[in-house]
Nanobody, 117 residues
Framework: QVQLVESGGGLVQAGGSLRLSCAAS????????MGWFRQAPGKEREIVAR????????YYVDSVKGRFTISRDNAKNTVYLQLNSLKPEDTATYYC??????????WGQGTQVTVSS
């Protein structure tokens, strides 16, 4: 079992920044890959970024490369997503998820990011 709680969303103007946090509890945090996803109204959920258990390997969807940064602090059981140069099209609910046995099995409740133009 893994419990995930996101925080850090909000309303920001285009070009601004936010940092999302996802605090994990339950299964030892340093043993699994973490991902950030987002879902905008009327659109399918998409993966934004992911990071391996050690933090050594990251992946980003093309639309956020160079603007978003995923990181993790295993001592704090927390994964972060730094969002810079935000655009209105980044508006969505952002979710963190834990990859267990090749399945993003556990999800947080989501945090809303709204970018105004």
């Amino acid at each position: 079992q893994v419990q995930l709680v996101e925080s850090g969303g909000g309303l920001v103007q285009a070009g601004g920044s936010l940092r999302l946090s996802c605090a994990a509890s339950g299964r030892p945090f340093s043993t699994y890959t973490m991902g950030w996803f987002r879902q905008a109204p009327g659109k399918e959920r998409e993966i934004v970024a992911r990071i391996t258990w050690s933090g050594g390997t990251t992946y980003y969807v093309d639309s956020v490369k160079g603007r978003f940064t995923i990181s993790r602090d295993n001592a704090k059981n927390t994964v972060y997503l730094q969002l810079n140069s935000l655009k209105p099209e980044d508006t969505a609910t952002y979710y963190c998820a834990a990859l267990i046995r090749n399945d993003f099995k556990y999800w947080g409740q989501g945090t809303q990011v709204t970018v105004s133009s």
